[in-house]
């Protein structure tokens, strides 16, 4: 009996949590299992509340898993990429959460709140070098060749990430930030892992370049829809659902594309932005003012032609039907979840 | 003609140069050099003053391609290897600078000092990809095989140096630290990237197993030694020109091997050592108490013991003995410097 879509999902995640939890083991020294356990607390092991909003949705190791049987590949067979990706996703979350200064992530206290600077800074570093040692375990399933190309599409969507970091550091202090550095900035930041998470399926089923380039296109768009989701949900959603914080976007200024479309359309909107801080009493009417500008609409008329854009990608090179089934459930829900 | 020893090391540090500033020039990000100028000025390249000790001795990446060429291979396919080294090392510099607080690098502001925390971690972690990326170069020059082997050396020598680093850290807290601790501690931290460095030289020259291991082994003691005379100079070098900080380790309160031989053998050192901060007007005489426990000596002698332990490694397995004088002459030029 065929495996049912419900089955698929479970399964992956089941397996990925299993591969998950055996890589990071490896950073346990003798006698000494603190830093493992920081990774572990970060990861959702272990620490209080453990639940699967600690965990977080697992999203990049299952869009390389259903990429790669969606492309016809045996999904076994890309398990160490699935894995890797999501220890890099968590490694930049590590770093990130102390460069934007995060109190909180995944409904939690980070890393660095609890183990302080320092700690939390050499945690992402082991992380990271776990997420490369677990890439190298493809060269037991795929030929040299292929995993020495899995390497190098996973170091430059790292590069890009860390050039995407520094553009996001680097905005917060302009004043000048447009759209069209918005999307610059969240191809790197954002589109990179999840297109390079897309690719390594492809590649790890063994298709050609051609093949792999419409993964890749497809992950790369819906990265982009990814993030510009979660910039609605930043002024839209429901905070208490995200687990990221409690403050809207709007009050911590960030430059989200709503927020830049109202710069770029509206004079008394950013009369407003200029004037200074947000503060909550007042949320609701800038969020109207933002909304007269048509940044709601043209955000979530943004995000549909992202998703609409990647599923063409996949037009003519879906050869399990079945997998493809839940990789397009995957990729709609992403932009209409609520959290 | 054959190349002199003092050519070889000038055509080694120039070619390593060379390459190394390709590497970093991948940083750079259409339209905008700051994340590139970043790590070039922490290599040494930018900012002021430009010389020689702003750009630090390169010893890792001459000990990959001395090692190489001692075994009988051919420098120029190590290059990617050394260069790898040299970046895995300055990128654990730039985030260690930050963990350390330490303000001053090769008698320059440090990076976090110049960009702030978060860009610092973040020019680290570019650091560190462009390693990586370094290191598929081999792939060019060698088989696959080898190539993913290099890879391996590289990535387990990168997860000691993290858990070398979360050692430090916590030592840091703790009261009870041993000289067993001391050694656990400068395995990882130190002579792991130095064995790993040695190792790749002889695989980068085709070497078997066995050999392999022994240039591991040479470099694991070197960089043992290397340590030891570091935590020597820390207290008896002139601190002007190890150009860290101008201020010696009982000062800091570092758990160096002739503080931690001090305390193990010495009533009178650890109750002064217990009651609290050191001055830098009580130093000589603080410096002159612990010369009676025997700490001098003692690490002095830890240092050649380690240096004659690990040139011993190599007996045999020299093919090339231009290359093996100027190898042999680099270490111990290591435990001889006076900075």
Redesign the interface.
Known sequence: MLASQEDITRIYLTAVETELQKAVK??N?SG?T??HDMLAYHMGWLGKPINSEARGKRIRPLLVLLSCSTAGGDWMQALPAAVAVELVHNFSLL?DD???KSHLRRGRPTVWKKWG???A??????M???A??QL?QL?EKLT??V??QA??IL??A??Q???G???D??YEKRNDVTIDDYWTLIDSKTAALISASTELGALSAFCDAQVCDAYRNFGRSLGLAFQVQDDFLGIWGNAALTGKSNQSDLITKKKTLPILFGLSNSVIFTERWNQGPIVAGELDEIINLLETTGAKSFTQAKANDLISQALRELDGVHLNETAYQVLKSLALNLIHRQL
Request: with cysteine.
């Open positions: 490896q950073a020294i000494d603190k830093l770093h102390i460069e934007d600077i320092p700690q800074i050499n945690a992402g570093d082991a990271f070098i776990l490369h040692l190298l060269s040299h060749s995993t020495l390497l190098e170091q430059r790292c590069l990430l860390t050039q970091q520094y553009l550091l680097s």
